[in-house]
């Protein structure tokens, strides 16, 4: 929205008056007498007062705009780096809004019901110029046409001429503008926000303006205008611009998006500054949002253009907070921040109009940092080529309509043109600056509009290019072409678009745009593309005498390549009715279409394919990435088809497939999937490919071929089996792809060895690995383990005594050390002793050798007495070993009788005797004591455990009674090592036996 000021002073303040006041007309007043409705709405309802004014004196003011008083009020240049005041300013009000919940609420509470009510909306005109002449130089020569532009790789309709989704209002004039982000487009006019499917044009979502912005604190629902909405494709965050219509207090809201998605949540900051304001025009870079508007009396009259500079990175995070910049008074009207493409600059450069006839302009610059902003004002410029005249009023031309008539008569009613101020954000790109602007031509007196654009330098600002879209024979009556409402959006390589409405006495009014490329000669546009040619005659003033049109339109580069160009133009749209009454709504439709000229297109490409498992039953999607190497403003189609490896169709290893993919406009990748049919059949891995065959909107690059890799998860087992006291690893099951190989580890305890392993049933050998090699059936394996240790017990031949107990300490030795603890359990047992007789006492315990030690005793306790008798033995015998074998498992105790031993040594023997003397094990010299109750032949032989003689101490006669008989193991005989030994002692055709421990 904006203000008809200073040309048109007093309709100005009346008007100020009655759209301050009122935000609707209803559509059954009388002529002569208007009910203004006054509407404060809330989020939940709406309050309304109504007022009685002469509509004469609202719409009709009897002054001309050349008798007006005002009209004599002029704008002053900008004094160069010079800022009236700043001050620091934080958001009033602020919320988070989630725009998709926001339109299900709308969508569930439904549209209100008719009447329909009208909502016009005034606008911003240049205030009156100097009345110099002319600037000197050559005067630019008129657009001719040389080449084609483009036409629209796609187009679609935008929002069109409803009522507000969260009221009955219907809006003149729309204020047309949007912006498109990757994967989706959102336009912003003064009725709703609307979201679409970039792809195809398809709405996702839809919400009024007042319910966008109610969250943010705002009450002047029925007052937004001047909706403004672009797309930063640096941050990838939307930013949303309105004003309140508040007489004195007007409000400023930006909305922020938190992520590259519309239909997310949003930042919203509700801005008080305090002034009557109107028209903002937006910009940013990565520092700040730029809102220049302009500052107004409460009369309606012009005083000052006023910039507020919010700190972009913090509203990014959910704080508002900024700086207000106040101009010099009467300077800065509709100053217009630039967009900036770049990541980098710190420069946010801010340009104005001064005068149609000096052809002048200014550069002003925002520097600093984001908390800290500095602005400063450039000095005037002039545009070579010439000056031109400054339009306004009712001038814009169109056909009659397609039926009914026109209430203005035999010549349809003209359309309001605006005038030539920088009426949408300039583009900055490159060190340059890019804007347009609507104007009157030819300079000596106006037959028609154009659309001028131009190229700055920065930072100096001087002109760099420019050029003008006209149609030079044009007039209101002879069918010429008129051109209005432009802006400009440049890509990636220095090619621009400018959008436009076309209109004409032949034609309704029309959408349309012309493209410049980055190698076209300089200061010229190709042919003019209308992309959306009007429908329909149009016509709809509320009653005001004002055909409304605009007030702007928008153009931008796509984000997702950089290169397409959009652009959103309102046009003529069919008229519902013949009506065309002066007063709320007739027949007559506004609407506005979005159209894309696409860059270059992507390169398609196929990626690794996926390595996995089949499964062992139905289906297994193997998933295929296909890449774009960029985003396209275009949806991209690509063919693709299967074909066989190892893996075959025939043998039912996969599903063949032959279609197609849809990637979304601005999306870079999709993904295409085949289907692998599971089973339980043991093979080797199989394979299959993908190939890209063709592509829509893409060409085919390499790689356009990849391969899936059938993993077969269908094994043969080797079953592995330890026994006690080691491991096989891996052990169990082990299951074995077909053709692989499998090596298993073997290991032994501390203290044991590998005794033996089997595969198969088979003996390979005590091997500590085994490897499977081109597996092909189930197997099985185990190993078997034995101590490398042995623990012995020696004997012991000692006297009983005559009373208590002795003990019988028999020798145990582990045959070498061990890690690990050893243990055996002994037990005593009967020889010719017996626990009956009492001659010893019977006892059970475990031996152990702690880690390292290879020697200990075990004691049994033998009784003593008083009685004679011959010698007696008793045994001791080990068992259930722990980390060890047993080697001599039995220890022989001979009991000495030591009562009565002359009368026993006189006495005749009775029977045979045979001890090893001493303690056992033994050492160097072995004793064998020998009873013999006659004389006669004995003979006594040392053997090893191998059964080989080692020694022959005695062979010979020995008279009755007990002899001793000595073995040295350093005699004649071989020298005997440290081990096991047996003694062998045979008389009277009679043999004993006994063990022995050798030690050395």
Known sequence: MAYNEMKFGVFAIHATKRTRLSRGVPSLAQPSEVHLLWIVRSSHQFLAATLSITAVSLLNPPASIAQSDHAHVRVAEPIPGQVRNTRHIDAAGNAVVNFENLAKQEALSGRPMPPVRALILPEVEEPAEPLSSLSPGSIQAPYSAFAASPSPSSSFMGLDDIPMVDSSYIVIPPDVGGAVGPTKIMSGLNNNYRIFNKSDGSVISTVGTATFWAPSGETALNGLTDPRTLYDPYNNRWIAVMQSVIPGAGDILVGVSQTSDP????????????????????????????????????AGLFQRGINLVLNYPLARTGTGTGTIFTHAVNTHFCSAPCATYSPTSDTLYVATHLSSAGATYTLDMITGTPSAPVYTAGGSQTRPGGGWVQPGGQLL??????????????????????????????????????????????????????????????????????????????????????????????????????????????????????????????????????????????????????????????????????????????????????????????????????????????????????????????????????????????????????????????????????????????????????????????????????TLTSATNAVIGSPSTSTGTIVNDDTYTITATAGANGSISPSGAVAVNSGADETLTIAADACYHIADVLVDGVSVGAVSTYTFTNVTANHTISAGFAPSLSVSIGDVIAIEGNVGTTGFDFPVRLSGPCTATVQATWKTADGTATVADGDYVADSSAVSFAPGATSGILTVRVNGDLT???????????????????????????????????????????????????????????GFRLGLPASTRAELSIYDVAGRRVGHPLSGVLGAGYHTVKWHVHGGDAAAGSGVYFVRFTAEGRTFTRRFVLLR
């Open 397 to 690: 031309p169109q056909s009659a309509p397609n039926s009914g008539a026109s209430s203005c008569g035999a010549t349809p009613c003209v359309i309001e043109t605006q005038d030539a101020q920088i009426r949408s954000a300039p583009v900055y790109r490159g060190g340059f600056i890019h804007y347009t602007q609507t104007i009157g031509l030819p300079s000596s007196g106006l037959a028609h509009t154009g659309v001028q654009w131009t190229k700055l330098d920065t930072p100096s600002g001087s002109f760099a290019d420019g050029g003008r879209i006209e149609d030079a024979t044009a007039n209101s009556s002879n069918g010429g072409k008129w051109y209005a409402y432009p802006h400009i959006a440049v890509n990636s390589v220095g090619d621009f678009m400018v959008g436009y409405s076309q209109f004409s006495s032949a034609q309704h009014p029309s959408s349309g745009y012309s493209v410049h490329l980055a190698g076209d000669v300089a200061g010229t546009v190709r042919d003019p593309v209308i992309y959306k040619v009007g429908a329909d005659y149009y016509h709809k003033d509320f009653g005001s005498g004002r055909n409304r049109w605009g007030d702007f339109s928008q153009a931008q580069v796509d984000p997702s390549d950089d290169r397409s160009l959009w652009t959103v133009q309102e046009y003529g749209e069919t008229r519902v009715s013949t009506n065309d009454g002066g007063t709320g709504a007739n027949g007559s439709r506004w609407s506005t279409y979005w159209a894309n000229v696409a860059g270059p297109v992507p390169t398609v490409t196929i990626a690794t394919g996926p390595s996995q498992s089949e499964g062992n039953s139905g289906l297994t999607p193997f998933t295929f990435a296909v890449n774009l190497s960029t985003g396209y403003s275009l949806p991209v189609t690509v063919n693709c088809q299967t074909s066989d490896g190892t893996a075959t169709v025939a043998g039912n290893d996969y599903q063949a497939s032959a279609g197609s993919i849809t990637i979304p406009a601005g999306a870079t990748s999709g993904t295409v999937t085949v289907n692998v049919v599971g089973d339980t059949n043991v093979e080797a891995n199989e394979t299959f490919t993908l």
């Open 868 to 926: 004679p008798e011959g010698q007696e033995t008793i045994l001791v015998n080990l068992s259930n070993p722990v980390n060890a074998g047993i080697a001599d498992g039995q220890g022989l105790g001979t009991i000495l009788n030591d009562d009565g031993a002359s009368a026993v040594d006189n006495a005749a023997l009775r029977d045979l005797s045979f001890a090893v003397e001493g303690g056992n094990p033994v050492a160097d010299v072995v």
């Open 263 to 298: 239909s997310g949540n949003w930042f919203l900051y509700r801005f008080a500054i305090g002034f009557t304001l109107d028209f903002p025009i937006v910009g940013f870079n990565k520092n700040w949002i730029s809102v220049s508007i302009n500052r107004y009396s409460t």
